[in-house]
Every structure is written in C-alpha cells, then in structure tokens.
C-alpha cells in the first residue's frame, strides 16, 4: 500500500506545487489521484469530506491525517520525509527568511499571477473570455514584484537564501503558466532573475518530471 494518497488535477498549479515537492524529494511511494476539474469532481462530497472548500490538491494517509493548502502539503512532506528543502528548525534566522520568503511569494507574486493564469489559461477552458484590465493590472503587480526580485537575487542565489528551498518550487507552476500565456519576458528581460529561474529549472528532478508532463500532455493530445 502506498505511504499516502494525493488527490489532484492534471495541469492543476498547486497540484504541481506538491508533484515538485515529492520529485525533489525523490519520493515515489505515493498514489496520485487524478479528480476532473471540468466535471466538478472537487465539489462531491466525498472530497468535500477531505476538503471543506471543495478544492484540491489534498493528501490522505491510511491512518486517517489528512491535510489540504499545497504549501502546507509541502512543508510537511519535507518534514516528515526529511527532504534537504527546509532550513534546519536549529537556525531561527534561516528559518525566518523562509517564511519572509514564503509570504512573499504567496501574498505578492501567486496572488496576481494566479489572477492571470485564471484569466489567461482557466477561462479558455470554461468558454468564457478573458478579462484584459484584470489581466493587465495584474501584469503591473507581478512586473513589480520581480522588479523588487531582480534587486534581491543580485545577492541571494535563491528566493530564501543561498540554498535552494521550497519557496523556489512554490514559484515553478505559476511562472511555467505564465510562460504558456505569453509572459516569459517577465522573468527573462530580468538578468538576475532569469538566472535564479535557470538554476531552478536546470536541477535533473524538476527536469525530469517537467519533460515526462510535457511528453504525457502532448500523447493525451493525439
Ligand atoms: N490555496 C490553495 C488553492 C487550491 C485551489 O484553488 N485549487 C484549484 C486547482 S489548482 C481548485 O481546486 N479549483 C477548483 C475549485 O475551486 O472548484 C492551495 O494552495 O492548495
């Protein structure tokens, strides 16, 4: 039997979020349980019973913990499988740098980013068109975000420090969403930030796991 299930979604970000977390970690011991989004399949009750806003990503243990909230998800699959992704509890300092890190990536970056993704990438699939003064004022934020980044990884290699962290994987889905809607400049006409998202992107298990959803994406499509 497997260590745990994780209920996801295909192309859902915060699914990946978790998936990047447990490739990192190179742990495989887990379920993954595709629900359709299109279809509703979050909102039954029986995912509701594991999430009470019936969304996903959510992980069940056969003994019964279960947890939603994909950086809660991360952060406690890091601890409890000890992946080199968190600062040690002993250094206080290092450990409130991630969280500084990791608010910021929530409250300032994911929050409009995601109303982009939403707009850009989500509605297409609901039929309906895309909003474009949400879209570009959230573009505003986002361009403002890394103009305040590109300052900042001018002395850190990583968004939490000079390891790499969870934060740095909390970033990937939504930036990869961003490049699909067209707003990789974003990220490349800014030198620093552009070799922090290289040195993310070149490490082999977000690679490896990047190539293999790319792969199955384009065999679902044919
Ligand atoms: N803050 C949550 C967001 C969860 C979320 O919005 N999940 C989306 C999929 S990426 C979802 O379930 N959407 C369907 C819905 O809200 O009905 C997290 O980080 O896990």
Request: charged letters at 25%; proline letters at 5%; a neutral charge.
């Given at each position: 039997?497997?260590?745990?299930?994780?209920?996801?979604?295909r192309?859902s970000?915060?699914?990946?979020?978790?998936?990047?977390?447990l490739?990192e970690g190179?742990?495989?011991?887990y379920e993954?349980v595709?629900?359709?989004?299109?279809?509703g399949e979050q909102k039954s009750?029986?995912?509701m019973?594991?999430?009470?806003?019936?969304?996903?990503?959510?992980i069940?243990f056969p003994?019964?913990f279960t947890l939603y909230?994909?950086?809660?998800?991360?952060?406690y699959?890091?601890?409890?499988?000890?992946?080199?992704?968190?600062?040690?509890d002993s250094?206080?300092?290092?450990?409130?740098?991630?969280d500084?890190?990791q608010?910021t990536?929530?409250?300032y970056f994911a929050?409009?980013a995601?109303?982009?993704?939403f707009e850009?990438?989500?509605k297409?699939?609901m039929?309906l068109?895309?909003?474009?003064?949400?879209?570009?004022?959230?573009l505003?934020?986002v361009?403002?975000?890394?103009n305040?980044?590109?300052r900042?990884l001018q002395?850190k290699d990583y968004?939490?420090?000079?390891?790499?962290?969870?934060?740095?994987?909390?970033?990937?889905p939504?930036i990869?969403?961003?490049?699909?809607c067209?707003?990789?400049d974003?990220?490349?006409?800014r030198?620093?930030?552009?070799?922090w998202?290289d040195r993310?992107m070149n490490r082999s298990?977000i690679?490896?796991m990047?190539?293999?959803?790319?792969?199955?994406?384009?065999?679902?499509r044919k």
């Amino acid at each position: 039997m497997p260590a745990f299930t994780l209920y996801g979604s295909r192309g859902s970000t915060n699914t990946d979020r978790v998936r990047l977390t447990l490739a990192e970690g190179g742990f495989t011991d887990y379920e993954l349980v595709l629900l359709n989004l299109q279809k509703g399949e979050q909102k039954s009750e029986e995912n509701m019973k594991r999430h009470p806003w019936g969304k996903i990503p959510v992980i069940t243990f056969p003994e019964g913990f279960t947890l939603y909230e994909s950086r809660a998800i991360c952060k406690y699959l890091a601890r409890k499988y000890s992946f080199p992704l968190l600062p040690p509890d002993s250094d206080i300092e290092a450990a409130a740098l991630f969280d500084q890190a990791q608010s910021t990536e929530m409250l300032y970056f994911a929050e409009p980013a995601g109303r982009i993704a939403f707009e850009k990438f989500a509605k297409k699939f609901m039929g309906l068109p895309p909003d474009d003064a949400v879209v570009s004022d959230a573009l505003r934020s986002v361009e403002m975000f890394f103009n305040v980044a590109e300052r900042l990884l001018q002395h850190k290699d990583y968004m939490a420090g000079k390891n790499f962290t969870l934060t740095d994987i909390y970033y990937i889905p939504l930036i990869q969403r961003l490049f699909a809607c067209g707003y990789g400049d974003v990220i490349l006409s800014r030198k620093a930030v552009s070799a922090w998202w290289d040195r993310c992107m070149n490490r082999s298990a977000i690679q490896k796991m990047l190539a293999a959803d790319k792969e199955a994406a384009a065999a679902a499509r044919k």
